[in-house]
Nanobody, 116 residues
Framework: QVQLVESGGGLVQPGGSLRLSCAAS????????MGWYRQAPGKQRELVAR???????NYADSVKGRFTISRDNAKNTAYLQMNSLKPEDTAVYYC??????????WGQGTQVTVSS
């Protein structure tokens, strides 16, 4: 099973940018579809963006045009570039690795706070 470690969260002003990274180890990274989810206080965890093994992407409507998901199979890392951040983007962001067969894996999460 793959192990995931997120990094790159922090405090940013509205309109600012952050790039989250998700480093994977313990398995063959390229076989996994990768996703970023987030969970705000008192809310359910929601899908933010997803990228397939082949590189196809999809996004939540709330982040389209502002966030970009990517992956570097040579570095075993997935990324989430977040631009034009809004206060409502404040949440704990989680990385998810979904294999073709079997259970998915989750990282521990990284806090993103958008506030002036």
């Amino acid at each position: 099973q793959v192990q995931l470690v997120e990094s790159g969260g922090g405090l940013v002003q509205p309109g600012g940018s952050l790039r989250l990274s998700c480093a994977a180890s313990g398995s063959i990274f390229s076989i996994y579809a990768m996703g970023w989810y987030r969970q705000a206080p008192g809310k359910q965890r929601e899908l933010v963006a997803r990228i397939t093994r082949g590189g196809s992407t999809n996004y939540a409507d709330s982040v389209k045009g502002r966030f970009t998901i990517s992956r570097d199979n040579a570095k075993n890392t997935a990324y989430l570039q977040m631009n034009s951040l809004k206060p409502e983007d404040t949440a704990v962001y989680y990385c998810n690795a979904n294999p073709p067969i079997g259970a998915s894996s989750w990282g521990q999460g990284t806090q993103v706070t958008v506030s002036s």
